[in-house]
């Protein structure tokens, strides 16, 4: 499972997909993944078998969801994700010296 979800633009999915205010379809969440449909996709599938996504159709569309299962998992990755920006800033601060 690591190895699917800790990938930038498979976490770039699932991320996109916490935010509900709007439906996501397979091409927008390519989209905003800057990543292919057919990638986009297959993720997709793989996170439907693994019960973290549902998959609505609408005519030719299918929306995708968030399970709550896949909701615990983007917050923890995205928890991630803040962590290491957060240790990369205070790298990147410059070291006080005393004078």
């Known amino acids: 499972m ?35 449909y ?9 996170c439907e078998k693994l019960g973290l996504t549902t998959s609505e159709r609408h005519g030719k569309m299918k929306t995708i969801k968030l399970t709550d299962k896949g909701k615990g998992v983007v917050d923890r990755i995205a928890g991630i994700y803040e962590a290491i920006s957060s240790s990369e800033q205070e790298r990147a601060k410059p070291d006080k010296e005393d004078n």
Not at 19 to 35: E, F, G, P, R, V
């Open 2 to 36: 690591a190895e699917i979800l800790l990938r930038s633009k498979q976490t770039s999915i699932l991320i996109a997909l916490k935010d509900t205010s709007q439906s996501w379809y397979i091409s927008s969440l390519a989209k905003a993944a800057n990543t292919t």
């Open 38 to 46: 057919v990638h986009a996709c297959n993720f997709l599938v793989e």
